[in-house]
């Protein structure tokens, strides 16, 4: 099995890259956003906290988030691998999922792939998503940029947890869909 991060801030392209990366590979895509939707949608509780974090640019308090994740990879212990997108934002995150990995999976993450955009790009991505998403946090430049500033204040220091470990491989993020899915599986290629 193969357990996969895909790191990036928002707008990057994580999510249309984890769903090349899954139709190529036959891997199951754990995406937090996805999940948050889920939880949003149906109205749960994790689902209303989350959304008001959310709302005001906020990235979702840890504990909601991992507990979301770790049901996931429950559901998916006998995948042939995983991609993890849009977790872990913080090295706390970083840290408990290599906790569950190695819990409920018996494995570790093999690699973490990080998709690096300028942030004028990613504004200009977001917005241009906002005309359809529906989403509120895309459509308001200032709450975009809140979204950019703090993903870099906090996720900094979780590419240092995995540089440490050396699975961390920086991947442009910018180009055609197609050149960046290359790039992307020319890394994990390597891991074979």
Same mark, same amino acid.
């Given at each position: 099995m193969k357990n996969v991060v895909l790191f990036g801030p928002p707008g990057s392209g994580k999510g249309t890259q984890a !769903?090349? /990366?899954? *139709? #190529?590979y036959n891997w199951v895509q754990l995406s937090t956003g996805d999940m948050f939707r889920f939880n949003i949608k149906? *109205?749960? @509780? /994790?689902?209303? /906290?989350?959304? %008001?974090?959310?709302? #005001?640019?906020?990235?979702?308090?840890?504990?909601?988030?991992?507990e979301m994740l770790k049901e996931e990879v429950k559901k998916h212990k006998d995948a042939v691998g995983l991609i993890f997108d849009g977790y872990p934002r913080t090295t706390a995150q970083a840290k408990e999922l290599d906790k569950i990995v190695a819990e409920v999976l018996g494995t570790e993450i093999d &690699?973490?792939?990080?998709?690096? &955009?300028?942030?004028?790009? +990613?504004? !200009?991505?977001? +917005? #241009?998503?906002? *005309?359809? %998403?529906?989403?509120?946090?895309?459509?308001s430049e200032d709450i975009i940029r809140n979204r950019i500033k703090e $993903? $870099?204040? #906090?996720?900094?220091?979780?590419?240092?947890?995995?540089?440490? !470990?050396?699975?961390?491989? @920086?991947? @442009?993020?910018?180009?055609?869909?197609e050149e960046i899915t290359q790039r992307l599986i020319d890394e994990i290629e390597k891991l074979n």
């Open positions: !769903q090349l /990366l899954v *139709e #190529k149906n *109205e749960t @509780e /994790l689902g209303k /906290l989350a959304k %008001s974090h959310m709302d #005001k640019g906020e990235l979702v308090p840890d504990e909601v988030t991992t &690699v973490t792939l990080a998709l690096t &955009v300028k942030d004028e790009v +990613l504004v !200009q991505r977001i +917005l #241009k998503r906002g *005309e359809t %998403s529906g989403r509120t946090d895309d459509a $993903y $870099y204040k #906090k996720t900094d220091v979780v590419a240092e947890h995995y540089k440490a !470990q050396d699975k961390w491989v @920086e991947v @442009e993020g910018e180009g055609t869909i």
